[in-house]
């Protein structure tokens, strides 16, 4: 499914009269800085607020948040070559960074969450560049049919971010040496390698770089959303420093990696998942579950859940047959427990 984003006659792209826009963008290439820097704006956006932040990381490979570290990248070679390993609080597959490619992110309330309108940002803004891009799917942005961005979301309780990553000029061969995706993943998605199916950006108009993507992102958000107040991220550095220590542990980026009795694994529409169980006479003493999927909240409470019911489908399915609170969820756990029929 493409969606066409049409600037015309679309009453949710005039700015909102009561709305305080930010800018704000990164002085610093280091993942885990600018990951806590992100949480902390998002810790604390205000209720009419919305933020534009802007990054950029250093030969990084950042995973979601329920991925398993160990499998989704060649982390020995990057660290030996001078990279670095990030985890984000979003879900979805990981990604590589490096000066050639811009991130950005989008901060605000729940109430004022408007993935449509976040996107149009992005398009307008790269139409403005002569780049005729398109929504496609649930979270790509595509040029004839290839991928230059991908995007993922994270919602607490009251705030909410939707971020990703545009290729712009990035080195493919470093991030293909890097990553780790899987053939049947590859398969799902009807290509034959991770390279035929992305692109950058300075493929389609010669000369483009981060900067001036970055500020025409600036133009086009304060044409949707008004005229927004450039902020130094160095009004937030006590907060980040304390942060961005969590994010540089090897307890946030790895987490344990325990033996597991019984591993199950299988790739749905909506993303991969394996689940992991411990087992003490015949009770799930702990379910670890890694996923690409994009609902991280929804993967972490799959694996709570679990925890001290017997390793009995019934037992389970009647645990989380309570868990789903939208259609797509529901979807999800229909797959999952499906498959789970099967195995147990």
Known sequence: MKRH??????LSTLPNSN???KIICSPFHEPWYNLALEEVLLEGVRDNEVILYLWQNENTVVVGKNQNAWKECDWKLLQAEGGKLARRLSGGGGVFHDLGNLNYTFIMPKQLYNLDKQVGVILSSLRALGIDAQYSGRNDLTVNDKKFSGNAF???ENASYHHGTLLINTDFTKMLRYLKVSQEKINSKGIYSVRARVMNLAEIKAGLTPFIVGESLKTSFQQLYGKAQEISAENYTEAVNALSKKYASWQWRFGESPKFDISFAKRFIWGGIEINFTLKDGIIEQAIIYSDAMDSAFIEKLGFTMQGLPL???????SLQKLASCSYEAEMLQDILGWLQSKL
């Open 312 to 318: 009995e489908l019934k037992a389970i399915e009647q």
């Open 19 to 21: 709305t305080f826009s």
């Open 154 to 156: 994270y919602f607490q």
């Open 5 to 10: 984003w049409h600037l015309k006659g679309d």
